[in-house]
């Protein structure tokens, strides 16, 4: 049977429009309205992309985890596809975060880069999914959901150790400033742009998903039609 699409738009204008005014508003408040810090001055500001980017990277984790267990429990097609598309996201967004930790890192430490926990699970989080993109179309057909499945549910389990890492080991990376302790903290303007960038990141984060698992179900409707007209081929043959 040839699957139905819904034809309506996968990104509506209006939830583009939302987005698009939402990352204007957010840019705003990151250079023209939060007070510069003291002490690392207007290099700070790249916190609030660097954090933004690290929230959406863990929630696609998660998201495209939890898709993948579902589809090894379900053998769902839709679960699979929603994992696919989420974990490309956590590539990009990944990226996105370990570029402005080292952009950030130069002027501060001066030092791109060190082998700390934190850098390094993060570095791993990022090459586990990168793997997995590669895997997928290596893998044999029958059996490539259920193979990234796996490698999804073993990236998913990497993220507590990144988020810890700086609570339970000693490393260059700064200690927590939410819920770090005594002494740890924003000022009140700070922590109004670091929430808003998160929501902000996990709307755009949202928008690019819509598109992206439709183009991956469009993909597998290619796919199997494909498949049947190859199969009409070799039955015409005989």
């Known amino acids: 049977m040839v699957r139905e699409f819904d034809d309506r738009p996968a990104l509506p204008l209006w939830l583009l429009s939302i987005a698009a005014l939402a990352m204007v508003v957010y840019l705003y408040l990151i250079f023209c309205w939060v007070p510069t810090e003291a002490t690392m001055g207007i290099v700070q500001r790249i916190f609030y992309f660097h954090v933004a980017a690290a929230t959406v990277q863990f929630t696609a984790c998660f998201a495209g985890g939890i898709a993948a267990i579902l589809y090894l429990v379900t053998r769902e097609s839709r679960f699979d596809d929603f994992s696919l598309s989420a974990n490309e996201t956590v590539v990009v967004f990944g990226a996105v975060n370990i570029v402005m930790g080292t952009l950030w890192a130069k002027p501060i430490w001066g030092i791109w880069w060190t082998w700390d926990a934190r850098l390094t699970s993060s570095f791993l989080l990022l090459f586990l999914y990168a793997a997995y993109l590669v895997i997928r179309p290596a893998a044999p057909v029958e059996h490539r959901a259920s ?91 005989f």
């Open 147 to 237: 193979v990234c499945a796996v490698v999804c549910i073993l990236g998913m389990a990497d993220v507590p150790l990144v988020y810890l890492s700086n609570r339970l080991f000693r490393t260059q990376h700064p200690s927590p400033v939410l819920g770090g302790g005594q002494n740890s903290g924003l000022a009140p303007q700070m922590y109004v742009v670091l929430f808003s960038g998160m929501a902000v990141m996990l709307l755009l984060w949202w928008c690019v998903m819509r598109v992206r698992v439709r183009v991956a179900r469009l993909d597998r409707a290619a796919d199997d039609l494909t498949r049947r007209a190859n199969e009409l081929d070799d039955l015409r043959r």
